[in-house]
């Protein structure tokens, strides 16, 4: 088995994993008992148009989204934006 390289940067690492398969360098590994947990989320319902409807189902289509998904990342990126005009 090969040993993982010291890497200058993160562009050096990337790219040498862009052209290296991970499955050469397994005896170079351990093992990880961390555990990564998802915030706790709440389910919110509102009421949209049909109009509405349609073109948030039409423009999440096109970028291979689910369109409740795409409505997250709306309301995530608004408030993002509002949030920090407000109290930054």
Known sequence: M???PEFKSI???S???ETHDSMDYLDDTMPCD???KRPPKKQVAFR????????LKTIAK???LDWTALVRMYVVQ???KDWE???N
Do not use: N, P, R, V
């Open 85 to 87: 005009s407000l109290y």
């Open 34 to 36: 961390d555990k990564f």
């Open 15 to 17: 790219t040498f994993w």
């Open 11 to 13: 562009e050096e690492e």
């Open 62 to 64: 096109e970028k291979g």
């Open 48 to 55: 949209l148009d049909t109009d509405s409807i349609t073109k």
């Open 78 to 80: 608004s408030l993002k």
């Open 2 to 4: 090969a040993k993982i």
